[in-house]
């Protein structure tokens, strides 16, 4: 009994070292779970974060005012601006209209409803108003050019957005405001590329007797200096201060409009 002593404590003491082995490994695995959780849970919340934030970033559309080009009716100039964000109009306006005697009174009638129809048609597709049809229907020209030019600087950035990562920007064509002289009014039309004048273009400007043929020998000058400048400090063409002085008035009221 002596000497079986001795194995029976070496056998004990084995059981009891493999038992102490057994609980480390059962406790190992306990710990090991819970950080693989805790680091597995983080990254699908990383992830989710980055995809709203992507979306958020897709879905925000930011907002551009386009003026469409002038239309002519047998009592006066029309012409109208929108607002558009997210591919939809949500202002629309008449920059210009028929003023003086009744047809300042239509004006005031049929302006308001047609902006109203512009906005809750999202096109050109309105109806005229009663007692108002020359207004209506230069109101609807001028409409559909300034979605037309709405539409084409949308194409261009989505065009350019599936491309590159950093896509060039797309030219866009702006219309000034119309600058009213004492030989009549100058309207200018510049496109604008890159944050540069590439196109000026008066659409208005003095017409009749002497008027027309200072015109055709001052525009095409201040239009080229217009380009050339690329800004509205430009010379005045003599013998034409008038038009010139309203050329520049139109031509910073668009750059202003196109950030430049």
């Avoid at 194995?7 to 779970?33: C, E, M, N």
Wanted: aromatic share 2%; hydrophobic share 35%; glycine share 12%.
């Amino acid at each position: 009994m002596k000497k079986s002593h001795p194995i029976r404590r070496v056998v004990l003491a084995t059981a009891a070292t493999v038992s102490g082995i057994v609980l480390l490994l059962s406790l190992k695995p306990a710990s090991d779970p819970g950080s693989a959780q805790a680091a597995g849970g983080a990254a699908p919340q990383q992830t989710a974060a980055a995809q709203e934030s992507a979306q958020g970033g897709a879905e925000a559309a930011g907002a551009g005012t386009v003026t469409g080009s002038v239309a002519q009716t047998q009592y006066g100039p029309v012409q109208v601006r929108i607002t558009v964000s997210g591919g939809k109009i949500t202002k629309a306006e008449a920059v210009q209209a028929p003023s003086g005697g009744t047809s300042s009174q239509k004006t005031e009638l049929a302006v308001p409803k047609l902006n109203q129809e512009a906005v809750a048609a999202q096109s050109a597709d309105i109806d005229a108003v009663s007692g108002a049809t020359y207004t209506s229907t230069g109101y609807k020209q001028s409409l559909q050019s300034a979605l037309d030019q709405a539409k084409a600087a949308g194409s261009g950035s989505a065009s350019g957005s599936s491309g590159s990562s950093a896509p060039a920007e797309q030219a866009r064509t702006v219309t000034g405001s119309v600058a009213q002289t004492q030989y009549g009014p100058v309207q200018v039309r510049i496109t604008v590329s890159g944050g540069k004048i590439t196109k000026a273009e008066a659409v208005q400007a003095p017409s009749g007797g002497t008027s027309s043929q200072k015109t055709e020998l001052a525009v095409p000058k201040l239009n080229q200096e217009a380009v050339a400048a690329g800004s509205a400090d430009i010379d005045t063409v003599s013998g034409a201060t008038y038009t010139s002085t309203g050329y520049k008035q139109s031509l910073q009221s668009a750059l202003d409009q196109a950030g430049g």
